[in-house]
């Protein structure tokens, strides 16, 4: 946003300066008496010839027509209204096409005679290849500009000279060029008469030598020089740009991958007032040359690769800065004092590692308006900031702040943006806090311990855009204030504490509602059918509540539905009503809808991830679900649902986790999921009247994590190809999560979780669930030999075959009981005896129902142990079948830690950093458990 002030600034620069040049030249657009010179004329009519009008209703290239007197009035062409001549050319934008390509000859004469041409915008036209050397006959040219928008072609310059004769120049934009071969343009730029300001943007350049470059007496024109977006600056220039000239006012080398320290030779460059080198490489600390700069205004080192303590760094900067970028830096330290830079108006040294206390950093700036400190490890209490009266975003977030809120922050009356949140503060917020945030439109409090006090008649003095209270105690209450003045875009009031009946006036929601979650609470009630049609499809959470009756069909106008664990009933049929629906990601889990799953996905081209699981539907699986090609998570689990598996699926071959589990399907299991779903990772048809032979196809499958069928009658042998598996039989490292990509919001990615039944037992794997292996055939009617080759599935976890037809397990004659606290028996002949009806009878004592919980029983827990493992749980149970377990707690570190610090890299993730942590403490428990899991018995398999 910043970004485009500047720009839009520069624009207004760029304004002023025509004005000026119109007024000495006395141009004239549309003047009628005006006669124009006749070759000129003809000249710009054969131009026109090479040109196609790129947007027709402009009509440009329609107003250059061959009568004579008619000639003011072409669009974009200025005369000089005393001698006629042409002065002005402005062919933006999008108007022209690909004019220096290969009719460029009679361009170059049409160029060449426009010898009074003072301005040339080609701007916006894709513009292709030699920029034409003619250009340099344009003496009087003063604004050149050929910054095109062509990302896939560029310009070609082999030799900047022709510039060096435009003696009138001041301006130049150049952009998409081709530098490489024009080696001399430092030269050029530096010993040019008039140039002023000079744009260069995504151009290719070569190493240059710097010994070519003159010294400083010269006096130089250039004062504004941009060099953006270059992916091929050598290093070796960077140094040569701080040399280029001595009058320089601003200088932007933003988005170069710029890698070197930052040189020490900024008092050849006394005039600067601003410096922007954001998003480069940029190492080491500031040096000492930049705070001789005693113009310096704006100073923006915005994510590079500082380091070095901060408070070290700010004494080499000049106490007249205006504006002060540091963040997304390596800073350490503790948060230095500012109180020297009293004209400070913004400040942000945000995604840092400063640390320690707040002390009086700030004085009394009264100019401030922007403080951002986020995602540093500040600690101990806030200060009372409300010296800094002028500030309007005051952004705190994700530091270790404890302590109170000073009540204070409510007289900043021109607060606009208030972010507090992932700290440690807690409070009770009450009236004074807010009083003078009559600017409040941005109020982000979430994760901390931070409750409310506020009269039921309150009402807010501002008017909220954008509401984060995740996690605060708002509740018992649904909070009455919502209603007044609010047209937020924005609101989250999930683990809030509210147990109550939701108003029906919060369901007359803001149109332009962009964002929505309610959940975790235990909010009641019904969602009217209200005839709402929001300005852009928002995002829903309302999970994890005590909602109750239909859902209403404006909720699935939105892009992520997550309805889960409420008490929805009544059918589903909604989900037809939608033309062209926008919704990508779809949770209707654990709520109390019945009827059929309707045959209606054709119109939903979006969708990414659906999940039913857990309701009391029936029926079918629609064929229709098959056109939903984008989907990649499909969770039936649970639903009643009868029938096949419909051939239709096989078209959604994006697919990565098809969960049919605890239905009444039937038929075989079709061949094509191994051919056509070659992303499952994994498949889940557990509990079902599946029958046939497990399909070799499903050898085919190279990212298969998790295949379990057991619980059906399935019959023959096991495939000997399932050594195929690629990702069982490979350790390695891999993601913990299984990430889904939901293409219509944003490009954000969901993880999955997946209920596993093992040996009894449910255990949701959620951010770990990428790091299970598991094959369950158990329960089905499997017979014949155990390959070898299923021992060689090395990354499996779980392995589990029992309760099937006679197993020969030809492979153990290879096994190793050495060395091993062996105790109680060794069961192989009952392990090897078959298994029918038992699978299913309830006998809690011999642990043979599988819907049971046996005592014992375990999860499929990731030992801390290395190799591969049979593990039977004691004497009595020798029935129990046989475990192999591969689990390597290293493994499993490796990869939680790999996620975690990706979270700590990448700022994308960042804010997801505190639904991690609520999911570690699971991951704890889980690893706890795994500790007391008593290994009775221990055969370890030699390879
Ligand atoms: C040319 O036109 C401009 C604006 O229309 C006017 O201000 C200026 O006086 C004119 N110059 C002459 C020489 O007529
Ligand atoms: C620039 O041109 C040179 C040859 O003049 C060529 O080798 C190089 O690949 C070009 N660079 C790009 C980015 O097109
Ligand atoms: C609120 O602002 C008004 C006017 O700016 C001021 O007079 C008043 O003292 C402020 N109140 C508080 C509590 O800060
Ligand atoms: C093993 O997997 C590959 C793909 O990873 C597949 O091309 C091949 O046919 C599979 N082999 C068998 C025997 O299924
Ligand atoms: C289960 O197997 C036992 C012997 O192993 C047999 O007596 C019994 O009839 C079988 N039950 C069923 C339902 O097949």
């Known amino acids: 946003m910043r970004g485009r002030g500047l720009h839009f600034r520069f624009h207004l620069w760029l304004a002023l300066l025509f004005a000026l040049i119109a ?187 710097p010994s070519s470059l003159v010294h400083f007496n010269s006096s130089n024109s250039l004062s504004v020089l941009h060099l953006i977006w270059s992916s091929s600056l050598h290093p070796s220039t960077f140094p040569l740009l701080l040399n280029i000239s001595r009058n320089l006012v601003e200088l932007d080398l933003h988005h170069n991958q710029l890698s070197s320290l930052i040189p020490d030779s900024f008092d050849n460059m006394p005039a600067l007032e601003k410096i922007n080198f954001e998003d480069n490489s940029l190492k080491g600390g500031i040096p000492k040359s930049l705070g001789n700069l005693c113009h310096l205004k704006e100073l923006n080192l915005r994510d590079n690769k500082l380091s070095g303590p901060l408070t070290f760094a700010v004494t080499n900067l000049s106490g007249i800065l205006e504006i002060l970028f540091l963040d997304e830096n390596n800073f350490n330290g503790s948060l230095p004092s500012f109180v020297r830079f009293s004209s400070l108006r913004e400040l942000n040294v945000a995604y840092n590692r400063l640390s320690g206390h707040f002390e009086d950093n700030f004085g009394n700036f009264s100019k401030i308006t922007v403080l951002d400190l986020d995602e540093n490890r500040i600690t101990g209490p806030l200060l009372d900031l409300s010296k800094l009266s002028s500030l309007k975003k005051l952004s705190l977030r994700g530091n270790q702040l404890d302590g109170l809120l000073p009540v204070n922050i409510g007289k900043l009356s021109h607060l606009v943006l208030l972010d507090v949140s992932n700290n440690s503060l807690h409070d009770v917020i009450f009236e004074g806090h807010l009083f003078n945030l009559t600017k409040l439109r941005y109020l982000l409090i979430s994760f901390n311990a931070l409750s409310f006090n506020l009269s039921s008649n309150w009402t807010p003095p501002f008017q909220l855009d954008f509401i984060k209270m995740s996690s605060c105690k708002i509740g018992p209450q649904f909070p009455s204030w919502l209603r007044k003045k609010t047209n937020f875009f924005h609101l989250d009031i999930s683990y809030s504490n509210i147990s109550d009946n939701i108003p029906y006036w919060f369901w007359n929601l803001p149109l332009r509602l962009m964002f929505l979650d309610l959940s975790f609470n235990q909010i009641s009630g019904r969602v009217p059918n209200l005839p709402l049609k929001f300005d852009r499809i928002p995002l829903i959470d309302l999970s994890s509540n005590l909602f109750h009756g239909p859902i209403p069909q404006f909720l699935s106008k939105s892009t992520t539905l997550d309805l889960s664990n409420n008490m929805f009933n009544g059918p589903l049929s909604y989900l037809c009503t939608n033309k062209d629906s926008g919704l990508s990601y779809l949770d209707l889990s654990n709520n109390l809808l019945s009827g059929g799953i309707p045959d209606c996905w054709i119109k939903s081209r979006r969708l990414t991830i659906i999940n039913l699981e857990n309701n009391n539907l029936s029926g079918v699986i629609p064929t229709s679900l098959g056109s939903v090609e984008t989907l990649q998570s499909l969770r039936l689990r649970n639903t009643s649902l009868h029938g096949e598996i419909p051939q239709s699926l096989n078209s959604c071959t ?149 309760r099937n037809i006679m197993f020969d397990l030809s492979f153990l004659s290879v096994l190793d009981l050495s060395n091993d606290n062996l105790s109680g028996k060794i069961p192989l002949d009952t392990q090897l005896q078959s298994f029918n009806a038992t699978c299913f009878a309830g006998n809690s004592r011999l642990c043979r129902d599988p819907l049971n919980k046996c005592p014992g029983d375990e999860s499929p827990k990731l030992p801390n142990n290395r190799g591969t493992e049979i593990i039977a749980e004691s004497d009595e149970e020798l029935f129990e079948p046989l475990w192999f377990v591969t689990g390597m707690i290293a493994r499993f570190l490796v990869g939680f830690w790999g996620v975690f610090c990706f979270l700590l890299i990448s700022r994308f993730w960042r804010h997801k950093y505190f639904q991690l942590v609520n999911k570690l403490g699971d991951w704890i428990k889980l690893t706890m458990a795994l500790e007391t899991v008593k290994l009775q018995l221990r055969l370890r398999l030699k390879d």
């Not at 006629?84 to 004469?109: E, N």
């Not at 990772?681 to 499958?701: A, D, K, M, Y």
């Not at 295949?707 to 913990?736: K, Q, R, Y």
């Not at 490009?747 to 598991?774: A, M």
């Open 654 to 802: 994006q697919l990565r986790l098809l969960d049919l589990g605890e239905n009444k399907l039937t038929g075989i299991i079709p061949p094509w999921i191994g051919e056509r779903l070659e992303n499952l990772i994994v498949l889940r048809l557990r509990s079902n009247n599946f029958h046939g032979n497990i399909p070799s196809t499903l050898c085919h499958q190279q990212f298969l994590k998790v295949l379990d069928l057991s619980l059906n009658n399935i019959s023959g042998a096991i495939p000997s190809c399932f050594n195929n598996l690629t990702t069982m039989a490979h350790l390695g490292s891999s993601a913990a999560t299984i990430e889904f990509y939901a293409t219509a919001f944003f490009g954000r990615t969901f993880d999955d979780n997946l209920l596993v039944i093992w040996k009894g037992v449910e255990q949701e794997y959620g951010k770990i669930l990428g790091l299970l292996r598991l094959i369950d055939l158990s329960c089905n009617k499997l017979s014949g030999e155990i390959s070898r080759e299923i021992a060689s599935l090395h990354g499996l976890i779980a392995l589990n075959l029992s």
């Open 23 to 209: 007024a000495s030249f006395g141009i004239s657009v549309k003047n009628q008496s005006v006669r124009c010179i006749a070759a000129e004329r003809r000249a710009l009519l054969d131009f026109k010839k090479g040109l196609i009008d790129y947007d027709n209703s402009l009509n440009l290239l329609v107003s250059w027509t061959s009568k004579e007197e008619e000639c003011c009035k072409w669009k974009g062409v200025g005369y000089d209204n005393t001698t006629g001549h042409v002065v002005m050319l402005d062919l933006r934008p999008r108007i022209i096409y690909g004019i220096f390509g290969g009719s460029w000859t009679s361009i170059s004469d049409f160029i060449g005679s426009l010898y009074d041409l003072t301005y040339l915008n080609l701007s916006s036209n894709p513009l292709t290849g030699f920029i034409p050397h003619q250009l340099g006959s344009l003496s009087r040219l003063v604004y050149l500009d050929l910054s095109t928008d062509n990302f896939d072609q560029s310009l070609i310059s082999d030799n900047l000279e022709w510039l060096s004769h435009l003696s009138s120049l001041k301006l130049l934009k150049i952009s998409h060029t081709n530098f490489t071969k024009a080696t001399n343009w430092p030269q050029v730029i530096q010993s040019h008469p008039s140039l002023s300001v000079l744009h260069f943007e995504y151009c290719d350049f070569a190493e240059v030598d």
